[in-house]
């Protein structure tokens, strides 16, 4: 019996990303939230519904809401600002420093770099 462990997704919160399949093909937006489990991103802006509610006691209102849904994270890149599109990316280990004094050991991170122009991507790590 094969079972499916949770996948490591190179796709993390706050990345911009470009939709690269469905109605909203093209769009760049933020990432709201990522499920390891369904392999799913929500993006801000896109791929929105429609949900009609009644009212209730947290909205009285009631009415019709707009909402994001999650997409496959395949239908979507990581946009590089240099190429100023979606691109596909690899690895890259950088040495860090720990701290900012003198003589302090070095540290490895792992950090995503575009494979078109060899812009950093992790704007944190960078």
Request: hydrophobic letters at 30%; proline letters at 2%; charged letters at 30%.
């Amino acid at each position: 019996m094969i079972t499916a462990g949770l996948a490591k997704l190179s796709i993390k919160k706050n990345d911009q990303v470009q939709v690269t399949a469905g109605r909203d093909k093209g769009k760049v937006g933020k990432v709201l939230n990522v499920n390891l489990k369904t392999e799913r991103v929500t993006v801000e802006k896109i791929n929105m519904v429609k949900r009609h509610t009644k009212p209730t006691q947290k909205n009285a209102q009631g009415g019709i809401l707009e909402k994001e849904t999650p997409i496959h994270y395949s239908n979507v890149l990581l946009y590089c600002t240099k190429c100023a599109r979606g691109v596909r990316h690899s690895h890259k280990t950088v040495e860090k420093s720990a701290s900012k004094k003198k003589g302090d050991a070095k540290k490895l991170v792992k950090i995503r770099v575009c494979k078109k122009c060899g812009e950093t991507l992790d704007v944190a790590k960078a």
